[in-house]
């Protein structure tokens, strides 16, 4: 069964930093393209980043190019987003998902985790 866990979501001032987690298992990790997405209150699902299966290759939303990092543990199953000068367009619920591409507009699985929630907010 897939599974996703986001975590290390909470409420920071503008400007601040976060780094967020995601936990997966019920699939071979290493194989696959891994996405950020989130979802703010009233809106669509959308794409904030992705890396490739090794980690060596990144994409991004134009909102957020150079302000967040996507990086991957592959032994840990894990990938994470490093989100620096944080504004309050950002805030939103953070998922994870496998992706066919770095594009990220497909995902691969139909099941998403609960998210992990960002605030920012002075």
């Known amino acids: 069964q897939v599974r996703f866990v986001e975590s290390g979501g909470g409420l920071v001032q503008p400007g601040g930093s976060l780094r967020l987690s995601c936990a997966a298992s019920g699939f071979t990790f290493l194989n696959y393209v891994m996405s950020w997405y989130r979802q703010a209150p009233g809106k669509e699902r959308e794409f904030v980043g992705a890396?490739?299966?090794?980690?060596?290759?990144?994409n991004y939303a134009d909102s957020v190019k150079g302000r967040f990092t996507i990086s991957r543990g592959n032994a840990e199953n894990t990938v994470y987003l490093q989100m620096n000068i944080l504004q309050p367009e950002d805030t939103a619920v953070y998922f994870c998902?496998?992706?066919?591409?770095?594009?990220?507009?497909?995902?691969?699985?139909?099941?998403w985790g609960q998210g992990t929630q960002v605030t920012v907010s002075s």
């Open positions: 890396i490739t299966a090794a980690g060596d290759i990144t």
């Open positions: 998902n496998a992706a066919w591409s770095l594009s990220g507009s497909t995902q691969v699985f139909d099941s």
